[in-house]
């Protein structure tokens, strides 16, 4: 592998050049720039390849700024988690003392029973089984209430946990999928997710028919997805 840096119109792109084909781009959640190139690629290809992405990356390099990534989660006592739109700081309490995870909204708290000598990974999994938790009991009357808002109802709902998008359907089987990481957010974010995919029952795509759907289901859809992808 041959490594490398150029500058393309002030904007620094690491060059990786391996076996392959062809040439591939990324933007990294830190903001790097890096080109993927086969071994025998002329430099002048490169940059002229990175000039007509140019615009591209700008955008995405603008998003990241006004988005940054999530902090990464070591899932200890002191760390700020959230709930609902809420923050709360995690303390971590023996297995011993507690079974299940307590929250304290007066002292803005959630206590996270673990055992002794636990791994980051094994933390993770207990927080994420309390987030799966707190999104099943909470989606029953908001879906109630979405249901009558859009007047298509699922055959199924069901949760797991997405890296990538908040919810999806599949309109055959009509069966909806939300993300059990929507338990973080304003409870507001849960009810435009379910009237979102509720919506792709009558609408596949995201075409101005589906936004038209949406302007009538859910006015202000614009300002919580903001919302919803800033948080």
């Given at each position: 592998m041959i490594?490398?840096?150029?500058?393309v119109d002030g904007?620094?792109?690491?060059v990786e050049k391996k076996k392959m084909k062809n040439m591939y781009l990324r933007v990294l959640p830190t903001g790097i720039v890096k080109i993927s190139a086969p071994i025998s690629m002329p430099q002048k290809n490169i940059?002229?390849?990175?000039?007509?992405r140019m615009d591209w990356i700008i955008k995405k390099r603008e998003n990241i700024i006004k988005n940054p990534p999530e902090p990464y989660l070591r899932y200890v006592s002191g760390e700020i988690h959230h709930l609902w739109g809420k923050?709360?700081?995690?303390?971590?309490?023996?297995?011993?003392?507690?079974n299940d995870v307590i929250v304290?909204?007066?002292k803005a708290v959630i206590y996270l029973p673990v055992k002794t000598r636990t791994t980051r990974?094994?933390?993770?999994?207990?927080?994420i089984e309390f987030y799966r938790k707190e999104i099943k009991k909470a989606i029953p009357s908001f879906l109630e209430k979405c249901?009558?808002?859009?007047?298509?109802?699922?055959?199924?709902?069901r949760v797991k946990n997405m890296k990538t998008?908040?919810?999806s359907c599949n309109v055959y089987d009509k069966r909806i999928w939300l993300n059990l990481q929507l338990a973080k957010k304003d409870p507001i974010c849960l009810e435009y997710v379910i009237i979102h995919e509720l919506t792709h029952l009558y609408e596949a795509n995201h075409g101005p028919r589906f936004k038209n759907y949406m302007d009538n289901f859910c006015p202000n859809w614009r300002e919580i997805k903001k919302l919803l992808n800033k948080m």
């Open positions: 490594r490398e840096t150029i500058e904007i620094k792109i690491h940059i002229d390849f990175a000039k007509t923050e709360y700081t995690l303390k971590l309490y023996s297995k011993d003392l507690i304290v909204d007066e990974d094994e933390r993770e999994k207990v927080f249901v009558d808002i859009v007047g298509r109802a699922p055959n199924e709902w998008r908040w919810g």
